[in-house]
């Protein structure tokens, strides 16, 4: 049974960075691809940072572009996402998913939450 963990959240004030991780157990990290999602208050969950098992390929949203990075390292079945220059409205609950999908920008953009295997989350709070 697939166990998908992330750390790293809390409360940081603006333009400062954040590295969540997500730790993976229980299915073949080598073979998942992992997407990074957030869902803000009276807000629909937004996938906004992908990353391919087959190629390392990414994807980000334009919400991230060139501010977040995710990386992977598959000898210790963990993913990544650095956050620099954060936002307020950054402020949301950041879950980590792992399918599948070579597709890095579908699954981003069309992962439901029935689908694939998905952490409990971990808030990040973007406040002076």
């Known amino acids: 049974q697939a166990q998908l963990v992330e750390s790293g959240g809390g409360l940081v004030q603006p333009g400062g960075s954040l590295r969540l991780s997500c730790a993976v157990s229980?299915?073949?990290?080598?073979?998942?691809?992992i997407g990074w999602f957030r869902q803000a208050p009276g807000k629909e969950r937004e996938g906004i940072s992908c990353i391919s098992y087959s190629d390392s390929s990414t994807y980000y949203a334009t919400s991230v572009q060139g501010r977040f990075t995710i990386s992977r390292d598959d000898a210790r079945n963990t993913a990544y996402l650095q956050m620099n220059n954060l936002k307020p409205e950054d402020t949301a609950v950041y879950y980590c998913?792992?399918?599948?999908?070579?597709?890095?920008?579908?699954?981003?953009?069309?992962?439901?939450?029935?689908?694939?295997?998905w952490g409990q989350g971990t808030q990040v709070t973007v406040s002076s």
């Open positions: 998913a792992a399918d599948q999908i070579p597709n890095v920008q579908n699954m981003c953009n069309f992962l439901h939450p029935a689908f694939g295997s």
């Open positions: 229980g299915i073949n990290f080598k073979y998942q691809s």
